[in-house]
């Protein structure tokens, strides 16, 4: 019977982990399942979204062996390169980036 631990983080530096002992053959899908996950995700269904084992991403089928970490990831709220303009935009070309470190006498930009 393999021990496996699934991880999912409902919200921002919180993360959620249940150790299981599955039977031979388990896959990521029953991991999911049995770990309870969709009652605590709000009756979501198991799988919806990205599965992974060890932060590589995963189709449910995927067979576990023993020590395995199952993570469940949730949907991204912003688009990271979004998110990335508009705080360069809100703190302004001088204060960001290369602009920032800009040693005394030296080129813009370096």
């Known amino acids: 019977m ?5 991880c999912w983080s409902p919200s921002a530096r919180e993360v ?4 299981l002992e599955l039977p031979g053959g388990a896959t ?14 709000g009756g979501r269904a198991p799988g919806e979204g990205e599965l992974g084992v060890w932060g590589r991403r995963c189709g449910p089928q995927q067979p576990l062996h023993e ?10 709220r912003v688009d990271p390169k979004v998110a ?13 980036g290369l602009f920032a ?3 005394p006498g030296g080129k813009p930009g370096y």
């Open 84 to 96: 990335r303009r508009e705080r360069f935009r809100q703190q302004g070309a001088r204060a960001a």
């Open 16 to 19: 959620l982990e249940w150790p």
């Open 67 to 76: 020590g395995d970490r199952v993570e469940i990831y949730r949907l991204l």
């Open 2 to 6: 393999p021990r496996v631990i699934v």
């Open 28 to 41: 990521v899908a029953d991991a999911v399942r049995a770990s309870g996950f969709a009652a605590a995700a």
């Open 101 to 103: 470190q800009r040693r």
